[in-house]
């Protein structure tokens, strides 16, 4: 009975073992894993991403080409036109002829900032030049032209002055004092050079530009003919027949608009000359020469 059960055991686990074979799959036997999740979704994206570098190449490859053509007809396009805009007291031929630029010339052998600086150096009164290429070899060059709004004296010369103190010419005072410019005496001045700006020893001479500043917004612009500015602690004016003593340049503006008041008072009426000394704002005085 013993050696019965035993045996049906035996047959019971053989069986087991044979359906637990079954359910394997042993090597060798030609059938592959199951591939694992998402495994087949893989090639997909690699394909996509490729297709992604090579679309940007192509768009690269693109620009450089479209870079190489325009830059080669560039350097072919020849100067047809050369077209001068802008308002200057000069003649276009002069401007014209100094800027150089002739037809047949190849556009890409234009020197533009040589061009713009050449002609603010030979044209005083022009205070800004801007060279432009078009297509089809058409080249304009555009100015704007600078007043001058005072004179000053420099070693023995006159030069007449831009509102920003640019020196734009050399002639005689008489000149510039019947075109109505304001006569400057100035700080000690370093250099002079007909185009560009005033250059001082001073580094605080800088007020300059700042009183005139001040002056043109005061009641009594119209009627300065001269300003002494040679020192920042002791300006004065002309003003019509009276001298107006400024003194140092703080408070500059409550000084000039107590000098304007002044000028109103009723003992300067008539042909009085007279000396208006506001440098002390709190006790301004008139004196009669």
Do not use: C
Not at 47 to 76: D, E, H, M
């Amino acid at each position: 009975m013993l050696k019965f059960k035993n045996f049906l055991l035996k047959k019971q686990k053989n069986k087991a073992r044979a359906n637990d074979s079954v359910q394997r799959t042993p090597a060798g036997s030609g059938a592959p894993p199951a591939p694992p999740a998402g495994a087949a979704a893989r090639p997909g994206r690699h394909r996509k991403a490729s297709r992604r570098i090579l679309t940007a190449l192509a768009a690269l490859l693109l620009l450089l080409l479209i870079w190489g053509i325009s830059t080669l007809a560039v350097s072919l396009i020849r100067v047809r036109s050369v077209e001068l805009t802008g308002s200057h007291p000069y003649s276009d031929r002069e401007i014209l002829s100094r800027a150089g630029i002739e037809a047949g010339i190849r556009v890409n052998k234009i020197d533009r900032s040589g061009v713009e600086r050449d002609l603010l150096r030979e044209f005083t009164y022009l205070s800004g030049v801007k060279v432009k290429t078009g297509l089809f070899g058409r080249v304009r060059i555009f100015v704007e032209a600078d007043t001058a709004a005072y004179y000053t004296e420099i070693a023995g010369e006159y030069f007449a002055l831009s509102q920003d103190f640019r020196l734009l010419e050399i002639n005689e005072a008489p000149v510039f004092e019947s075109a109505g410019l304001i006569f400057v005496s100035l700080p000690k001045i370093k250099t002079a050079i007909l185009g560009e700006h005033v250059a001082y020893y001073d580094a605080t001479s800088g007020f300059v530009p700042e009183l005139m500043e001040e002056l043109e917004n005061s009641e009594l612009f119209s009627g300065i003919s001269r300003v002494d500015a040679s020192d920042r602690y002791d300006i004065s004016l002309k003003y019509d027949r009276f001298q107006i003593k400024i003194g140092a340049y703080r408070d500059i503006g409550l000084k000039l608009k107590i000098a304007s008041q002044m000028t109103k008072d009723e003992v300067l009426r008539g042909d009085v000359d007279a000396i208006l000394d506001v440098s002390d704002t709190a006790n301004a005085t008139i004196r009669f020469k």
